[in-house]
């Protein structure tokens, strides 16, 4: 069925005039079209394709809103945004459209926006000979007096065909009758009436009553026609009918008359006498139902009265038949036509039709951008259907005078912020030149669409994040988050990394959600390894061009225990944690054995070493320094002790799960004869080369002492200046070199100690940041408070 609706265009009359207009501030195209279509079409049917008679792309016109601009409820038509094709919306009934119009044309608005166009298209409606004549009423009764002389006429009720044109009523034949004849009285706006004339005279003793039938014929191919009866009952009597005083009659009206008001007196006279000079007065047979609701005439005095709401702008001017019939036995009766013109009253305030506009503009429109196009319309006439438009109220925008009259554009005059103001309500005023002025106004909502102007923003920056070594790889360390001030797809942030070149080992072991800014490390970090490091994000919005700002993260990691101590000493030539040290049986007690040396790479308390006999053959014979590793001789050896004892030393750290190691020394007791013969042994194999080293030995040895001497004073002068003691009775050595640990403080009963690393002093700390570098003597005063500080490297 649309196949054959299509195919029928070009059988129709298209009528194409393009009229492009361009605007000072904005630009506008009107191109005007014309259809002819005949009524009775169904919903659906085509009338022709809109777009391709413009020279539109139909791929656009669903992107630019192309629409039929009614501001009277539904429209008759509707048009296909698909394929832009102008289709019939409903039954098309030409009759129910312009009513008895002799040309039946329907306007429409065709609106597309980016850019804006309006598009005048016009639909001429065919008339289809659809309709049959009807008369008002079938049978017809007639009382003629056999006095009326040939030459009578009788005006009859008019056949009313809803059809126009060729269509309509086009002529009336009477049944063959030798007295009467039609005549076809054409009336412009009330087709053509039919009038009975009287041609040959009538003889009541031959004919008394006779019956005609009337036909009406409308001019359609094939022709339409409708009939009425006619009675006609001959009279004998009153053989003179009413004279109206004046041939015409002119009545000026204003319009919104109050009803029952009488605007005219009628007079009319008869010759006759008695009751057949007698007038009754009435609305002519022709005179439609609208007409009859408007006016009324008194039977009796011949008063015009307003029966009904006169309005100008729906129609000035009406013609009414007022007929005069005497009271004979046969009333004669005398038709004459009266003009009433109606004057315009200012009583329509002005209308506002808004044909179209875009509801949504970007916020970095120019200054001149076309926003809507206004029309203004009055239906007063003359003075009072002069319109002024105007906006009410201080905003960004400004009405232009359009070069068609009553039309106006608007336009923006400076520029828009979103951010600040996302919407505009914009009232627009209009005012008539009728005394008294009418107004009315109307609002239309202007939305500011975002563009992208702003850049994401970080909510911190830069961002330091504290992450603990061996982290879980693929698990989220911590987020980053960035926010948009710009709307909808504007505003939607994603992250990335940025690898600008530069080498930067640590960031490519970190990626990003794009989504949610969730920061990822794709292997564990190494507090041993590495401290801290840096790394760029990039924040970066969805807007065309995309904006995008970027943010420096540090991080720094923080340590486990997760380093087990190492022993240093003793070590044996297969690389295990096993010694032998051989002492003379006659030492005293707190000899020194050997030391046993650790080192842990961990910090703070997880560096913090401790150590302990595991396990020993004798308790009573040697003790280990628990801080130092020192093993010391607890009292003398004596005959029944055995030669050789085996101590498993357990070194463990102070990590929340502890970590441990063991070393094993062998302690061998000879004679103090064996001692030094071993010694010898060992002497002799060396001599040769540790002659040379014996001279810078002595030297050092020398110095070392005399350096001792030196601290020994300075510590006595140190000493006498404290008010409480920190010697450790546990170092007891005052050469003391250091096991590999820490800096830690603890405290025992009333003293305070510190275990150092190597070449770190008693008594010094670590400051925070300088990666073991830095010592600084702590301050005496504040040794007092008792108060014990804890530093992790």
């Not at 029309?375 to 002069?386: M, P």
């Amino acid at each position: 069925m649309g196949q054959r609706r299509l195919e029928q265009w070009p059988e129709r009359n298209v009528k194409i005039v393009l009229i492009v207009i361009s605007l000072v501030f904005g630009r506008t195209v009107w191109a005007q079209i014309r259809y002819s279509i005949s009524e009775e079409q169904k919903d659906g049917a085509a009338v022709g394709n809109v777009a391709k008679d413009l020279g539109i792309d139909y791929r656009t016109l669903k992107e630019r809103g192309f629409r039929i601009v009614s501001t009277s409820g539904e429209s008759m038509f509707r048009v296909n945004q698909n394929d832009g094709v102008l289709y019939v919306n409903g039954k098309l009934d030409r009759e129910e459209v312009c009513e008895s119009s002799t040309q039946c044309l329907i306007n429409l608005k065709i609106a597309l926006e980016n850019p804006l166009e309006i598009h005048y298209v016009t639909v001429d409606v065919i008339d289809m000979n659809d309709h049959a004549p009807r008369f008002p009423v079938q049978e017809k009764h007639l009382e003629i007096s056999e006095t009326v002389i040939p030459g009578a006429r009788f005006p009859l009720q008019a056949a009313r065909d809803p059809d126009s044109g060729s269509n309509s009523v086009q002529t009336y034949k009477l049944s063959h009758t030798d007295h009467f004849r039609i005549e076809i009285k054409d009336r412009d706006e009330d087709g053509k009436i039919p009038v009975l004339v009287l041609q040959k005279p009538l003889d009541r003793e031959v004919i008394k009553r006779m019956k005609l039938q009337l036909t009406a014929v409308d001019g359609g191919k094939p022709p339409k026609s409708g009939n009425m009866e006619i009675t006609i009952d001959v009279l004998d009597i009153n053989d003179n009918a009413p004279v109206f005083t004046k041939e015409a009659y002119i009545v000026v009206l204003n319009e919104n008359t109050p009803v029952g008001t009488t605007i005219f007196r009628v007079n009319a006279t008869d010759l006759d006498e008695g009751q057949n000079s007698e007038i009754v007065y009435s609305l002519g047979h022709d005179v439609n139902d609208k007409l009859r609701k408007l006016f009324n005439v008194n039977p009796i005095t011949g008063e015009i009265v307003v029966t009904g709401l006169l309005d100008f702008e729906v129609k000035d001017k009406y013609e009414i038949d007022i007929q005069a019939s005497d009271k004979g036995i046969v009333p004669l009766t005398t038709d004459k036509s009266l003009t009433i013109k109606i004057a315009d009253v200012n009583d329509n305030p002005p209308q506002i039709e808004v044909t179209s506009y875009s509801s949504a503009i970007p916020e970095d429109s120019k200054p001149g951008t076309t926003v809507a196009l206004i029309s203004v319309s009055d239906l007063d006439s003359e003075i009072n259907g002069r319109v002024t438009c105007s906006l009410s109220e201080d905003i960004p925008f400004k009405l232009m005078p359009s070069s068609q009259e009553n039309t106006y554009i608007l336009v923006t005059i400076s520029s828009l912020d979103r951010e600040k103001i996302s919407f505009y309500d914009i009232t627009l005023e209009a005012k008539d030149a009728g005394q008294p002025q009418q107004s009315s106004v109307k609002s239309i909502t202007v939305q500011v669409s975002d563009v992208n102007d702003n850049v994401p923003e970080f909510s911190f920056s830069p961002y330091s994040f504290y992450v603990m070594e061996n982290n879980a790889p693929g698990k989220s360390l911590f987020s980053v988050s960035a926010s948009d001030k710009d709307t909808s797809e504007n505003s939607v942030v994603s992250y990335l990394i940025w690898r600008d070149g530069v080498e930067n080992k640590y960031a490519s072991f970190i990626n990003i959600d794009s989504e949610n800014g969730d920061i990822y490390a794709l292997k564990s970090f190494d507090f041993e390894t590495v401290k801290t490091f840096h790394f760029q994000v990039v924040a970066k919005d969805s807007g065309t061009p995309s904006l995008s700002s970027n943010v420096t993260v540090n991080v720094f990691i923080l340590d486990q225990n997760d380093n087990v101590p190492v022993i240093l000493y003793p070590v044996s030539a297969n690389g295990s944690a096993e010694g032998v040290e051989e002492i003379p049986r006659n030492v005293n007690a707190g000899h020194l054995v050997t030391k046993v040396r650790a080192y842990d790479a961990d910090i703070g308390y997880n560096g913090w070493l401790l150590f302990s006999l595991q396990e020993v053959s004798d308790h009573s014979l040697f003790g280990l320094d628990r801080y130092t590793g020192q093993i010391r001789t607890l009292r003398s050896f004596t005959e029944t002790d055995e030669a050789q004892h085996k101590l498993i030393i357990l070194v463990k750290d102070n990590g929340n799960v502890s970590l441990s190691a063991t070393a094993t020394v062998i302690v061998k007791v000879v004679e103090p004869k064996e001692a030094f013969a071993a010694s010898d042994v060992k002497k002799t194999v060396k001599d040769e080369e540790e002659n040379n080293m014996t001279f810078y030995l002595i030297i050092t040895l020398g110095s070392v002492s005399v350096l001792f001497v030196i601290s020994i004073i300075v510590l006595t002068v140190m000493q006498c200046s404290k008010s409480t003691d920190y010697s450790s009775k546990y170092l007891q050595d005052t050469n003391y070199d250091g096991t590999l640990c820490h800096s830690i403080q603890y405290r025992s009963g009333d003293k305070r100690y510190m275990l150092v690393g190597p070449r770190m002093s008693i008594g010094s700390t670590i400051v925070p940041g300088s990666n073991g570098n830095t010592l600084v003597i702590p301050d005496r005063r504040r040794r007092d408070s008792g108060e014990v500080r804890n530093f992790m490297v």
